[in-house]
Every structure is written in structure tokens, then in C-alpha cells.
């Protein structure tokens, strides 16, 4: 993959939905914005491998909800907030 | 600016009219809440029933009866935030463009339901005639006749959403 120039590269885990608007706003952030982020439709998953991503959710959000954004495997953001990301990715 | 599909755009129009009927609003963005019609149409063909697009469900009906839209916590998201939590439904300030809908944290799970000692409480029922009084536990309609209404004709809840009241 070509290497995109970004003023920081951190690591960016997002558990979503796909059927959510907020989630929806949220990708459309990171996009907007350059930011490179793996991403998680967890709805669309079944069985084992729905349990095995929804530990990692509740280890950073226990009430397991949707957008949960996982920075650098050490800060949560939970919920679509703009300042809270600007913030965090340094935008 | 996404596309939406026809059905989305019809089932806005009717949530719309019959949410204006009722005394509440739809979230201004058209754009948004189109998308959650979408959210909501998949989870009918998924589920079978109108999850809230933005709770992960369970798949059972029974399971999930607390967040089929509109959601048992819709009313007290909308007193305490101006918007349920996917925002689909909002207060008439957000809805008249003064104020933005914020994100809403969840609520489900931090509120017990109607308690256990409540449902313990045996009913006796207050209306002379002995019949029993239902709650609509999505709006607080309540109604007394032999067996709840198959739809609240305030919110459009189905049957299985209401309690016993009295």
C-alpha cells in the first residue's frame, strides 16, 4: 500500500455498525480527514467471531456500545464527538 | 450526499406524520435520519422487527423488546439530552434548528426496569369495573380494557410493549 502522508500515524480500531448513523458520521470523519483506521461492522458478524470482537469492545466499553473508537490499544472515545477525536488524533 | 431507497423515503414520510401527530419530532437532517430508515428497514429484514439501528441486537425478539423502535428509553433521552439515542427522534428546539443534537450516552442497562418488587406487588386493580389498566412502556399510555391494544395508537408500539399498570 502506498505510504499516504500523515502528520501522525496512530493506531485507530473502530468497533461500529453498520446499520448506525453515528457510526456513519464517524468513518466520515476519519475519511474527511486522512485518517487510517481499521474498522469493525460488528452487527454483521455471528457466533464466535461476534463474542471474541465484543470482549475487545467491552474491555475498553463496558455498556458495548457503538461508535467505540480504540486509540493507540490505550485511549477509548466512545460515541461520535468531533472534539474529543480532534483531539486525540491531533487533527 | 448518499442515495436512498424509495421505501426508506416512505417510511421517513410516515414516522414523520405520525411522529407530528403524537407530539414528537424527527431529527431535522434529512439526510441522517434517511440513513437510520435504511438502518431500520435492514433490521426488519434481519430481525424482523425495527431494532434501533444503533444497538447492536440480539436477534430475539423477546431480548430486544426494550430497543425496538421507538426504544423504551426514547422519552427520558429526550428530557434529559433533546434527542433519543440515535437521534432519530429530538426535542422541538433541535427539531427548529437552535440547538445540534449531541451525542447521547446509553442508557439502556443503567436504569433497572419497572422493579422486581413492583411486578412482586399483586395487582388488584383500581377501576371499579375490575378491568385491568395497561402502560405503554414506551410512552406511558395507559388504557383499561381486557387485553393491551395491538398497536399504542400514541406511539405505535406493539402490543408486546406493554405492562400491567393496574
Given at each position: 500500500m502506498a505510504e499516504r502522508v500523515i502528520a501522525l500515524k496512530k493506531k485507530i480500531k473502530l468497533y461500529a455498525l453498520s446499520t448506525c448513523g453515528w457510526c456513519k458520521k464517524t468513518k466520515k470523519f476519519l475519511d474527511d480527514n486522512y485518517v487510517e483506521y481499521?474498522?469493525?461492522?460488528?452487527?454483521?458478524?455471528?457466533?464466535?467471531?461476534?463474542?471474541?470482537?465484543?470482549?475487545?469492545?467491552?474491555?475498553?466499553?463496558?455498556?458495548?456500545?457503538?461508535?467505540?473508537?480504540?486509540?493507540?490499544?490505550?485511549?477509548?472515545?466512545?460515541?461520535?464527538?468531533?472534539?474529543?477525536?480532534?483531539?486525540a488524533l491531533e487533527l | 450526499m448518499s442515495p436512498h431507497s424509495?421505501?426508506?423515503?416512505?417510511?421517513?414520510?410516515?414516522?414523520?406524520?405520525?411522529?407530528?401527530?403524537?407530539g414528537y419530532y424527527l431529527n431535522p437532517d434529512v439526510d441522517f435520519v434517511l440513513d437510520l430508515?435504511?438502518?431500520?428497514?435492514?433490521?426488519?429484514?434481519?430481525?424482523?422487527?425495527?431494532?434501533?439501528?444503533?444497538?447492536?441486537?440480539e436477534g430475539?425478539?423477546?431480548?430486544?423488546?426494550?430497543?425496538?423502535?421507538?426504544?423504551?428509553?426514547?422519552?427520558?433521552?429526550?428530557?434529559?439530552?433533546?434527542?433519543?439515542?440515535?437521534a432519530l427522534?429530538?426535542?422541538?428546539?433541535?427539531?427548529?434548528?437552535?440547538?445540534?443534537?449531541?451525542?447521547?450516552?446509553?442508557?439502556?442497562?443503567?436504569?433497572?426496569?419497572p422493579s422486581a418488587t413492583e411486578h412482586e406487588e399483586e395487582l388488584v386493580g383500581f377501576t371499579k369495573s375490575g378491568i385491568p389498566v395497561w402502560r405503554c412502556k414506551v410512552c406511558g399510555y395507559l388504557c383499561a380494557r381486557p387485553?393491551?391494544?395491538?398497536?399504542?395508537p400514541i406511539c405505535k408500539a406493539d402490543r408486546d410493549r406493554f405492562e400491567r399498570f393496574a
Open positions: 481499521e474498522y469493525e461492522y460488528v452487527d454483521l458478524l455471528t457466533g464466535a467471531e461476534r463474542e471474541r470482537v465484543m470482549t475487545e469492545v467491552d474491555r475498553w466499553n463496558p455498556r458495548r456500545s457503538f461508535p467505540t473508537i480504540v486509540i493507540d490499544d490505550s485511549q477509548v472515545i466512545i460515541g461520535y464527538n468531533e472534539d474529543r477525536l480532534r483531539e | 424509495p421505501e426508506a423515503q416512505a417510511l421517513y414520510e410516515r414516522l414523520k406524520r405520525e411522529a407530528e401527530a403524537a430508515m435504511e438502518g431500520l428497514l435492514t433490521n426488519e429484514k434481519r430481525y424482523g422487527y425495527w431494532a434501533c439501528p444503533c444497538r447492536l441486537a430475539v425478539r423477546e431480548k430486544d423488546l426494550d430497543i425496538i423502535c421507538p426504544c423504551d428509553y426514547r422519552d427520558a433521552d429526550l428530557d434529559e439530552y433533546g434527542a433519543c439515542y440515535c427522534y429530538v426535542s422541538e428546539d433541535i427539531a427548529r434548528g437552535e440547538r445540534k443534537p449531541q451525542p447521547v450516552p446509553e442508557r439502556r442497562g443503567t436504569v433497572p426496569g387485553q393491551p391494544p395491538l398497536k399504542c
